[in-house]
């Protein structure tokens, strides 16, 4: 165990440019301890990404496969040129469309960063956050920061303080607690060096607004299909999986219902996610968590990771899923929601 502490920052009302709170967690990032801070997405877990021993310490917290590369976090144009050997044209669009903010380009790395963060790749993953957190945090420490999010390996990603204290108390030096994260999903990670350019994970960008941008784009054939390995590394481990046996349910609510008032017949404890329109319809269910609304996706993606966390506090045994549009950010919602149920389908 290490003395984990905590770092209150008020984004809305606090000086950040002099926050000491801030200067405190950043010390200890260039002395080479890991700190976690609230980013527009989600909760990351930063260390040095010059620094081996500060990347090895973040995957020990986490427990994260050694062959999953982490993202490496800049607040500045100069630190991505340090980083990176070539910014494309492409790549030059999407960063002035969408930096800072929730996208993360895979570009050649120069070996600036240590080659724990790229786990031997010769690609490094770069991403510009536009949380006032994260950037005061970066530029305070002058390092660029590479920051996966910041729970143990395979459960949901961390969207308030409370969820990185519960999985990684006495594993990291510190957590900025700056309120809860925006988004609520991760940062979309697409390839810069194919053409055209390839999304290898679905998130907060949608596919619609790189296409507004850049034209078409493609498609990671390993998200999708099983034969095929996905080029991002992360994507092929289980995630975001809450304890209880998840299923998704395309049919909707009447199939769920028929569902759960099966179960009445077990002596399982019944779990059912859904949105705010449609609460009221499960009366059978012993837990009924609402991540949303369904007519506005944005919500649903903000609340999700909290509500697959509250489930496993409500100690169920099966959770029935409503499924949502794979418009916009509903990619990166399925996505994260077919992963938490281990691809698990009721039709
Ligand atoms: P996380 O750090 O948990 O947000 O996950 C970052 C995602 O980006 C994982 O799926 C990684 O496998 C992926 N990633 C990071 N660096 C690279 C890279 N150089 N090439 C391809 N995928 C990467
Ligand atoms: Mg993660």
Redesign the pocket.
């Known amino acids: 165990m290490i003395e984990t502490q905590l770092w209150r920052v008020n984004p809305e009302t606090a000086d950040l440019e002099n926050d000491l709170q801030i200067k405190a967690a950043a010390k200890c990032l260039s002395q080479g301890k890991i700190v976690a801070f609230p980013t527009e997405t989600v909760y990351g877990l930063g260390g040095n990404a010059k620094f081996r021993d500060s990347v090895q310490k973040i995957y020990e917290a986490k427990g994260r496969p050694s062959d999953?590369?982490?993202?490496v976090h800049v607040a500045t144009a100069e630190q991505v040129r340090e980083i990176c050997t070539e910014i494309n044209p492409i790549a030059k669009k999407l960063m002035d469309a969408f930096w800072p903010g929730p996208l993360?380009l895979?570009l050649p790395s120069r070996g600036e960063v240590s080659d724990a963060v790229?786990a031997g790749?010769s690609?490094?993953?770069v991403r510009m956050p536009s949380h006032p957190v994260a950037r005061a945090l970066i530029l305070a420490s002058g390092l660029p920061i590479a920051a996966?999010?910041a729970n143990s390996s395979g459960h949901p990603s961390p969207t308030k303080a409370d969820h990185v204290l519960h999985d990684l108390y006495g594993k990291i030096a510190g957590i900025v607690d700056g309120g809860e994260t925006g988004v609520g999903v991760?940062s979309t990670?697409v390839?810069c060096t194919t053409t055209p350019v390839t999304i290898?994970?679905p998130g907060g960008v949608s596919r619609e607004q790189l296409e507004e941008v850049i034209g078409p784009v493609a498609d990671d054939p390993g998200l999708t299909r099983p034969d095929q390995t996905p080029?991002?590394?992360?994507?092929k481990y289980k995630h975001y999986a809450p304890e209880a046996t998840m299923y998704l349910v395309p049919a909707g609510e009447s199939r769920i219902q028929e569902l759960v008032a099966h179960e009445k017949n077990s002596d399982r404890r019944v779990g059912v996610l859904t949105t705010e329109e449609n609460q009221k319809d499960f009366p059978q269910a012993d837990v009924v968590l609402t991540c949303g609304r369904r007519s506005d996706p944005e919500s649903v993606a903000h609340s999700l990771f909290a509500i697959l966390r509250a489930f496993d506090a409500e100690n169920v045994d099966v959770i029935y899923s409503e499924t949502f549009s794979e418009a916009g950010i509903g990619k990166a919602v399925m996505n994260r929601l077919s992963k938490a149920a281990a691809g698990r389908v009721i039709e």
């Open positions: 999953n590369p982490l993202i993360t895979v790229t790749l690609t490094v993953a996966p999010s991760e990670v390839d290898l994970r080029k991002a590394p992360g994507m």
